[in-house]
């Protein structure tokens, strides 16, 4: 299967420079989201076995280990119990992706084997980026020597903050390129961005500069994904689509906890860009503890009761 890759285009301010948001009527939107359906109990079950093939299962913490990271694998590659899924007829099920620091891709790389599921690694001094950017490249392709199938960059804020567009251009570029065959997300952190229209703007120059996904925080932001942001960028994919004929991925990410966060961010998905974007290659949740009451809820539609947290998913 051959994979996506969004070649970027040229800086192009006119795409974006005229853009105004009408925060009201964003916040409007996306509080109908989480209501918008009520969904038949066979169609809850298939949307939450599609958030977890979408999830990109993360562990990005100081105490981190070879242990914990093989841990988490296992959890990628069998992400919800055998005897649950058989009572579905779904086989095969994994998350999207593990996603790690850059010293764990070995780790991971090791303990996933041949099962096909990707490796992330953050980079690019992860998760405030404020290191020269020779080293926030060279830790770039140290994890893509390492094994990394994805990398997710962060970028400098300030460039944002100022309205500095062609170095954030340059500085994405050049990391896009530092990625080689590497798939890139982009992570804004838009907590830290002030405005709707800096998170709007950010979103098309990095897809300009040829990122793969954007993805919204690294989980370590006072303020990470929420509705009314994800909104803003899947608008600004739409557009750059329109614009570009490129497909870009959408990457929500920090503080998605609940089966029914995971409901509401696919309705987003599945309103705004539609059935294409609820895949993985379009498509990924970064999450460190969702997949827990995921696989509650899925019990519990298999068997009508919730199991005992010793069934549960380590995440
Ligand atoms: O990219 C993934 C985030 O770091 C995960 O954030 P979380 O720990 O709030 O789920």
Redesign the pocket.
């Known amino acids: 299967m051959s994979v996506r890759r969004n070649p970027g285009t040229d800086l192009r301010p006119d795409w974006f420079e005229g853009i105004r948001i009408n925060t009201p009527a964003v916040e409007r939107r996306a509080a109908t989201l989480p209501v918008r359906r009520s969904l038949k109990k066979d169609w809850q079950a298939a949307w939450l076995l599609n958030a977890v093939r979408c999830i990109?299962l993360?562990t990005?913490a100081g105490d981190d280990t070879d242990d914990r990271v093989a841990r988490l694998c296992a959890k990628a590659m069998q992400p919800v119990a055998p005897d649950l899924l058989k009572e579905l007829g779904v086989e095969g099920l994994t998350t999207g992706a593990v996603?790690v620091y850059p010293t764990m891709v070995a780790a991971a790389k090791r303990a996933l084997g041949n099962s096909g599921v990707p490796v992330a690694s953050?980079a690019t001094g992860f998760p405030a980026g404020l290191m020269p950017l020779d080293l926030r490249l060279a830790e770039i392709r140290y994890a893509v020597d390492q094994g990394a199938d994805e990398i997710?960059i962060v970028i400098t804020r300030a460039h944002v903050l100022q309205g500095n567009w062609a170095a954030l251009y340059d500085e994405i570029s050049a990391m896009r390129e530092a990625c080689g065959s590497s798939r890139m997300k982009a992570?804004l952190a838009t907590g830290d961005l002030k405005s709707f229209e800096n998170v709007a703007k950010a979103s098309h120059v990095a897809m300009q500069a040829g990122s793969d996904w954007i993805?919204t925080?690294?989980?370590?932001e006072g303020v990470?994904a929420t509705l009314p942001v994800s909104l803003i960028m899947c608008r600004a994919i739409r557009d750059y689509q329109t614009q570009s004929g490129n497909a870009v991925g959408f990457?929500p990410?920090?503080?998605?906890?609940t089966a029914k966060d995971a409901i509401s961010w696919q309705v987003l998905m599945k309103e705004e860009l539609g059935t294409d974007w609820l895949r993985p290659d379009l498509f990924r949740i970064?999450?460190?503890?969702?997949l827990g009451d995921i696989e509650r809820q899925i019990s519990h539609h298999v068997t009508g009761r919730y199991a005992s947290a010793h069934r549960q998913a380590i995440a």
């Open positions: 990109d993360t990005l996603c953050v997710d992570i993805k925080s690294t989980g370590k990470n990457k990410a920090g503080g998605l906890r970064g999450a460190s503890s969702l």
